[in-house]
Nanobody
Framework: QMQLVESGGGLVQAGGSLRLSCAAS????????MGWFRQAPGKEREFVAH????????YYADSVKGRFTISRDNAKNTVYLQMNSLKPEDTAVYYC????????WGQGTQVTVSS
């Protein structure tokens, strides 16, 4: 069972950037495809981005395509989400997990984008 700890969120103005990190415990991190998800107030958790085990394959939700970039460093057991050109509708708590989901959700990291 991996434990996931997300960080890097904050308050940013529209058009700004943030870089989120997700640190995973356990030696099997590199075996898993990983994803970023988000949950806005009053809404269900939704998929944001996916990366395969090696980092060679990525894909994104249409709402973030061209603005967000997912990457990973298997040596550091960490997956990242670079978020550029942020919009108020990106405001949410952001989570990472394996894809398909295999582990308990972490506490997430809050991203707030002001207009």
């Amino acid at each position: 069972q991996m434990q996931l700890v997300e960080s890097g969120g904050g308050l940013v103005q529209a058009g700004g950037s943030l870089r989120l990190s997700c640190a995973a415990s356990g030696r099997t991190f590199s075996s898993y495809a990983m994803g970023w998800f988000r949950q806005a107030p009053g809404k269900e958790r939704e998929f944001v981005a996916h990366i395969n085990w090696s980092g060679g394959v990525t894909y994104y939700a249409d709402s973030v395509k061209g603005r967000f970039t997912i990457s990973r460093d298997n040596a550091k057991n960490t997956v990242y989400l670079q978020m550029n050109s942020l919009k108020p509708e990106d405001t949410a708590v952001y989570y990472c997990n394996a894809r398909p989901q295999a582990f308990s959700w972490g506490q997430g990291t809050q991203v707030t984008v002001s207009s």
